[in-house]
């Protein structure tokens, strides 16, 4: 977290206590934090204050998103459009829409990870009741061509919700220019807290809750705010936005100064995503011939921390569905490696990696019985 | 201080990923086996040289996770010097248990290493 956040958030703890749906003093003031800061969440992406439902996060979010239309919309229909790389936040609860009876699109992507919103227009069906379309994707930072889609779903009369948790903060969100419906976020991307995000729920729209009880966030969202963690959400989100216009730049240059400094000392890897447009800060590459753990853990006792879409690293033994959904086979998805660089990220910490990670492939590749064979990668 | 996510794994199994014993092909090798890891794709090839239900020398190339090449390095540092009855006996347990365990989502690695000693030792 930013320093920033933590000191918004310290007096909530310890003065503000006040429980924001009690009318006394206490309360009141809670209630005005908390109005603050979905002002910062609102401004953000250019949406009205009362259009923003704070929650628990992402995960959250998608889940009410989603099926707070399903619920809603199943007299009308029960089909949904959405990909085969959203975040599992969307896939696994569109699978379970699908148990229950709903129907399922799942758009293919292309080998740049893209969705062509001509394949949402032709999935588009009498019965279909919501589109959901991720705004970035988490694993290679690929930005799909919301707008485009946002006038297929407006066109047909859809709801669109499209999961901006990689996004928001990162690159400029404007809900009204996108034409969401709903619009997924969490704070602890922004370098805020962890267990707050918020669900973009353009006016209008019907969704039924999935959390009832008291009627909070205007009968959205029931349950107590978590008031420190929604000042911390705020708090990040007017950094965000102050500061995105001057810090992205550079984290992108940061982004490609380590795309093109691993390129020129490693041979045989590869930039997943590479051609597409793409978040500033996220880079996946694909190194072949060595096994995506066995480098997670080389740069880890280097003190360098990435992820991978090696099946090894995950419990599930799974390889990562969006390296396969773009074409590459889980041999290949085993050696990939994702770097995220933060707006904290410096160019010592870039060029430390270019010294580092060619000594540690090559040392995996050593041992591979088959980098000496001549496999045409 | 060690970093969060090697924690995982015990000294030994880190040293064994990172220097490896026993790497390597031998091109007179009197018996070689390949094997792959249907959980993971991680794969071991393993090569030995046997006269008189000894086993002389033992090499090995692997492509797979920390804990695949380090359990594949023991293992076939195990084998060196081994008579072949003795070597058909070694489990994954043993192997894992050696390195000072594994994670449960890593036990299918010391699988890898097990197979490949069974496959190669099959025709003496």
Known sequence: MRPEVVAAMMPVFTEHFGNAS????????????????????????NAETAEIVFLSGGTEADNLAIRGIAESQKSGGRHIITSQIEHHAVLHTCKDLEKQGYEITWLPVSHDGLV?????????????????????????????????????????DVYFHSDGVQSTGKIPVNVKSLGVDLYSMSAHKIHGPKGVGALFVKKGTALKPTMTGGGHERNRRSGTENVAGIVGFGEAARLAREELMHKMPRMRELRDRLETGLQSHIEFIHVNGGNAPRLPNTSNIMVDYAEGEGLVISLDLKGVAVSTGSACSSGSL?????????????????????FSLSTMTGI????????VLPGIVERLRELSPYYNRGRTP | ?????????????????????????????????????????????????VSDGRIHDAKFKAQGCSAAIATSSYATEMLVGMNVTEARLITKDQIANALGGLPASKIHCSVLASDAIKQVLQGF
Not at chain 1, 132 to 148: C, D, V
Not at chain 2, 12 to 38: M, T
């Open chain 1, 22 to 45: 009690s009318i006394h003093w206490f309360g009141q003031h809670a209630k005005s934090l908390i109005d603050d800061a979905r002002q910062h969440v609102a401004k953000l992406i």
């Open chain 1, 318 to 338: 799974e390889p990562s569905h969006v390296l396969t959904a773009i074409g590459k086979t889980p041999d290949e998805a085993h050696g990939s490696l994702r």
């Open chain 2, 1 to 49: 201080m060690r970093p969060l996510l090697s924690m995982a794994y015990s000294e030994k199994l880190l040293d064994y990923f990172q220097n490896p014993r026993c790497v390597g092909e031998i091109p007179d090798a009197d018996a070689v086996a390949e094997v792959s890891n249907p959980v993971c794709g991680d794969v071991m090839k393993l090569w030995v040289k």
């Open chain 1, 348 to 355: 010592e910490d870039i060029d430390y990696v270019i010294e």
């Open chain 1, 116 to 156: 062509n919103p001509e394949d949402v227009r032709k999935a588009i069906r009498k019965d279909t009741i919501l589109i959901s379309i991720m705004h970035a994707n988490n694993e290679i930072g690929t930005i799909q061509p919301i707008e485009e889609i946002g006038r297929i779903a407006a066109e047909a």
